[in-house]
T-cell receptor
């Protein structure tokens, strides 16, 4: 079956540091890939997405590139802020499936 | 635009008491609806999903049940709560076109349930 593996957290950074959160996936077909963010006490919200190989999703300074050859979708940001502190979920969705597959989430803590 | 509502926002219930959590979606028709639970530690557990009125699929055996009495209403229930039912419950919706893999989900604000 499908699976999504994220790096264990928490990831702790100082403000303005470079961020990478690794995500790799296993899928039987050609899925769409997503990053969601969950701020404390809130629901998840879509951060960015990519629907085919080599697509780059971007939003709010975050980027991720769909790498089919390495089955990866790593999240990056050049300069993190305290307000980026949250839990980040990588997810995939296969064609025709109603059920997406989520990773376990990676907690990011950014210190001033 | 579409919005999703959940209530209540927080709930404290004794063990053995009943539960009813409600989720409604506005601004879309025939959405796919989902209930997730997030226990302490972050991971999402899919509990139920529904692709139409009266159609409920259960992903995890437990003492919870779900119903979809209207197109944009999804209810999570229990007759007798257990301590292990504590957690953060999230409702979500999506619209999946036939054969499309683009199943982006939209989440509600969540209900924090504490069973004592």
């Amino acid at each position: 079956g499908d699976s999504v593996t994220q790096m264990e957290g928490p990831v702790t950074l100082s403000e303005e540091a470079f961020l990478t959160i690794n995500c790799t996936y296993t899928a039987t077909g050609y899925p769409s890939l997503f990053w969601y963010v969950q701020y404390p006490g809130e629901g998840l919200q879509l951060l960015l997405k990519a629907t085919k190989a080599d697509d780059k999703g971007s939003n709010k300074g975050f980027e991720a590139t769909y790498r089919k050859e390495t089955t990866s979708f790593h999240l990056e940001k050049g300069s993190v802020q305290v307000s980026d502190s949250a839990v980040y979920f990588c997810a995939l969705s296969e064609g025709g499936s109603y059920i997406p597959t989520f990773g376990r989430g990676t907690s990011l803590i950014v210190h001033p | 635009s579409q919005t999703i509502h959940q209530w209540p926002a927080t709930l404290v219930q004794p063990v053995g008491s009943p539960l009813s959590l409600e989720c409604t979606v506005e601004g879309t028709s025939n959405p796919n609806l989902y209930w997730y639970r997030q226990a302490a530690g972050r991971g999402l557990q899919l509990l139920f999903y529904s692709v139409g009125i009266g159609q409920i699929s259960s992903e995890v055996p437990q003492n919870l049940s779900a119903s979809r009495p209207q197109d944009r209403q999804f209810i999570l229930s229990s007759k007798k709560l257990l301590l292990s039912d504590s957690g953060f419950y999230l409702c979500a919706w999506s619209v999946l076109a036939g054969g499309s893999s683009y199943n982006e989900q939209f989440f509600g604000p969540g209900t924090r349930l504490t069973v004592l």
